[in-house]
């Protein structure tokens, strides 16, 4: 029997990586529909619409990032093919890969600490501004705001951390913190949210994260880093040579990305006002925490995906794309009837919640919207996986479309046309056009090297 449900594990991809990135995302999809039923207790209409907006902008930290992340993961992956950790807890292994190593965690350091300065400063004035123009009375959001842009700003600054582990294969380890710093923030914000904090819930929620961070990476992972911050590097990356070609593809990319998704908010904000903003958030993020639990499949592989690449074992990599594929289609459609069959029946009762929440037409639209979205998700961590970004001009052509249709259908149909042009968007450009890359870029990349590595 055990050896059968092993076989079957295997064959499922699941391992503890994946065990522990599901359960992190499934905490928090499953915690979602608590948080949004105290707020909708707590929060007036006006104040949950500040939440939802709160937490759109603070994605506008992909500008900081500017796609270093993603380049990181695969770098790092490379060079730890070549590399372990000791029993002691540090970096073993081939030193010029380990100085290549201590070279990209010394100078993505250094990028995300200015870049956490940078957001502070700039998005805390330029959100002051924003809020301003449609500022509610009774809605105490400037002193929240600015606290929750520091305490996201010091949360930059640790993410180059995060990233190292992740493509040092520690993800099982990686993931199983953060679900229970996952739990504990959710926790301190229920907590805060029914003493009255209200906005403050989530900057106390941020604080709480950025403590507990610090203690596990100190606890557990200290001689990592010590061995790549203390190490005299002598074989360095260089970032103009072998970072940027990729990185600034991926930052166009990802600000791309931003206009696709977390910008949809801030725009409802901006055109409808601060009660449908928080309808429209709160079912978007309803959607995005399923759409993460179905990502998680493709998300913890990452590291996996570039070690396979690294030694040009192609066949292997292909295999492991479809069976994502396969899977996660599997797990998000299913949950997606069930996010939306949730929604139909709440209105169709006429449940109060139900006006905290889309009408089921525009949910509908953003769960084929997610769908399709996700569908691509694998397919970008396996070309990525080559340290190349193949998807610049799509991500330009989605972010225009996407910020030009939205702005246009919000006009004229409401939240409704919002939803409509992001389905629209994703399934009629994103889904073929992404296809189309993984066969040319395959076809291209791969070819010359044939299977004489498998």
Same mark, same amino acid.
């Given at each position: ?8 594990l295997?064959r ?6 994946l065990?522990?990135? &599901? ?6 999809f499953?915690?979602?529909p ?12 006006e104040?949950?619409?500040y939440?939802f ?8 930290q ?7 992340g993603?380049v ?13 950790l000791?029993?002691?807890?540090? &970096?073993?292994?081939?030193?010029s890969?380990?100085? !290549? ?10 990028w ?12 805390s ?20 705001? &600015? ?12 993410t ?5 582990l ?29 003493m ?5 819930a ?5 604080i ?8 596990f ?6 001689h990592?880093?010590?061995s ?7 074989n ?13 593809r991926?930052?166009?990319a990802s ?12 725009i ?17 993020n309803? &959607?995005?925490?399923a ?7 493709g ?5 996996q ?29 299913g ?31 953003l769960?084929?919207g997610m769908?399709?979205?996700l ?12 340290? !190349?970004?193949p ?12 910020l ?18 992001y ?5 009629c450009i ?6 189309a ?11 010359h ?6």
């Amino acid at each position: 029997m055990h050896k059968h449900a092993r076989i079957l594990l295997n064959r499922l991809h699941i391992n503890r990586a994946l065990v522990y990135g &599901i359960l992190n995302s499934g905490w928090r999809f499953a915690s979602g529909p608590i948080t949004f039923i105290l707020i909708a207790k707590y929060f007036t209409k006006e104040t949950q619409g500040y939440y939802f907006t709160f937490s759109s902008l603070m994605a506008l930290q992909t500008l900081i990032e500017l796609g270093l992340g993603s380049v990181i993961i695969n770098f790092s992956s490379h060079e730890w093919s070549k590399l372990r950790l000791n029993e002691n807890g540090e &970096i073993d292994g081939d030193r010029s890969a380990c100085s !290549r190593l201590a070279s990209l965690g010394q100078f993505s350091l250094k990028w995300f600490s200015i870049g956490g300065v940078i957001f502070t400063i700039a998005v805390s004035i330029w959100g002051l501004q924003f809020f301003s123009e449609k500022s509610t009375s009774g809605v105490d959001w400037r002193g929240p705001w &600015i606290g929750l842009c520091i305490s996201t700003g010091i949360t930059i600054a640790l993410t180059p951390l995060w990233f190292l582990l992740e493509g040092c294969n520690q993800v099982s380890n990686a993931y199983l913190f953060r679900m229970y710093q996952g739990i504990c923030m959710s926790l301190i914000a229920w907590i805060a949210v029914m003493m009255g904090a209200e906005l403050w819930a989530a900057v106390l929620s941020t604080i709480l994260g950025i403590l507990l961070a610090l203690y596990f990476l100190y606890k557990k992972y200290r001689h990592f880093y010590l061995s790549i911050f203390s190490f005299n590097v002598e074989n360095r990356i260089s970032w103009r040579e072998e970072l940027l070609p990729m990185q600034w593809r991926l930052a166009v990319a990802s600000l791309g990305g931003y206009f696709i998704g977390s910008a949809l908010t801030p725009i409802v904000f901006k055109y409808l006002g601060p009660i449908e903003a928080g309808r429209f958030g709160m079912t978007y993020n309803l &959607i995005v925490g399923a759409g993460g639990v179905a990502a998680m499949w493709g998300s913890v592989r990452a590291s996996q995906f570039g070690m396979l690449a690294s030694k040009g074992k192609y066949g292997e990599m292909d295999e492991l794309l479809v069976q994502l594929l396969v899977i996660g289609a599997g797990v998000l459609l299913g949950f997606a009837a069930l996010i939306w069959l949730f929604v139909l029946f709440i209105n169709h009762y006429d449940y109060k919640f139900a006006q905290r929440l889309l009408p089921p037409l525009p949910t509908l639209f953003l769960v084929i919207g997610m769908v399709a979205s996700l569908i691509c998700h694998p397919i970008g961590i396996y070309l990525r996986a080559h340290r !190349r970004e193949p998807f610049l001009l799509l991500s330009i052509v989605l972010g225009i479309v996407t910020l030009v249709t939205t702005i246009l259908f919000v006009k004229y149909f409401m939240a409704t046309g919002v939803a409509l042009a992001y389905a629209m968007v994703n399934v009629c450009i994103a889904v073929p056009w992404t296809c189309a890359i993984y066969f040319r870029a395959k076809r291209k990349w791969q070819s010359h090297q044939g299977r004489s590595q498998e």
